[in-house]
């Protein structure tokens, strides 16, 4: 069994009530059981969106799930200390991968200069329309050049991972088959995949299986002047 999916089963036993097997843990998650089979067997265990899903329903963190990364759950204790956030503020944490813009880029290690940003919330209301839970909005780091001139590679960015389905025209963190990346989806009465450079060429239909891992609403640009 993927290491991913013994993180899931594992952190589902500990909710209350506990939720045990594939078939409670499908229900609980509104997927089917052959779905968990699937994320069991496979190379890549659970899909991003099914590890986002998990975070919304049942509070179990999707980072814990894909990275092992603690803590287990949304709003217990980090095992890192970090430096307390005021109530006032909203803390944005780096998701632990980068996005390609152009290829895929899956696990790299690659070395992020911002970790957190702090947000007050009525400028978060005013960019998302609400305040989302803590740990919903991620900064994710581009690679690539196929979002130019919108996203620099090096550019961090706001990801809401609450989104995992087409939610109108705009940029999101995708996953094709090859890694997560950083795309605009366009509606054509097909969704279609563009990316900004246009030596890239022309917008093409989202592949089949393709997996939405959040909408990107925010860039985080440092630029050095001297």
């Known amino acids: 069994m993927h ?3 013994k993180r899931l089963y594992a952190a589902a036993a500990q909710l209350e009530p506990a939720i ?3 078939s409670a843990l499908a229900r609980a998650l509104g997927q089917s059981p052959q779905t968990l089979k699937n994320w069991e067997s496979r190379s890549t265990g659970v ?3 099914g590890a986002n899903r998990a975070q919304q329903e049942l509070g179990i963190s999707s980072t814990w799930i894909l990275e092992a990364h603690a803590p287990m759950f949304i709003g217990a204790p980090s095992t890192v200390s970090t430096p307390a956030t005021p109530d006032a ?3 944005v944490q780096q998701l632990e991968a980068t996005a390609g813009m152009g290829e895929g880029v899956e696990n790299p290690d690659f070395p992020e200069v911002i970790r957190a940003i702090d947000f007050e919330p009525g400028y978060i209301r005013s960019i998302v329309g609400f305040v ?3 740990g919903r909005l991620r900064l994710i780091s581009g690679s690539g050049d196929s979002m130019l001139p919108i996203i620099q590679p090096g550019d961090a960015v ?3 991972t609450g989104i995992t389905s087409f939610d109108g ?5 995708i996953n094709m088959g090859n890694g997560q990346q950083i795309k605009r989806l366009i509606d054509r009465g097909i969704i279609h995949v563009a990316s900004e450079n246009k030596s890239y ?3 093409f239909p989202i592949p089949e299986g393709t997996v939405i891992g959040g909408k990107v609403y925010l860039r985080n640009r440092i630029e050095r002047f001297n």
Do not use: E
Request: no cysteine; hydrophobic share 35%; aromatic share 8%.
């Open 169 to 173: 025209d705009g940029i999101y963190l």
């Open 20 to 22: 045990r097997g594939q």
């Open 201 to 203: 060429g022309d917008p």
């Open 47 to 49: 899909s991003a969106a």
């Open 132 to 134: 989302p839970v803590p």
């Open 89 to 91: 503020y909203v803390r």
């Open 158 to 160: 706001v990801v809401d």
């Open 3 to 5: 290491s991913s999916m």
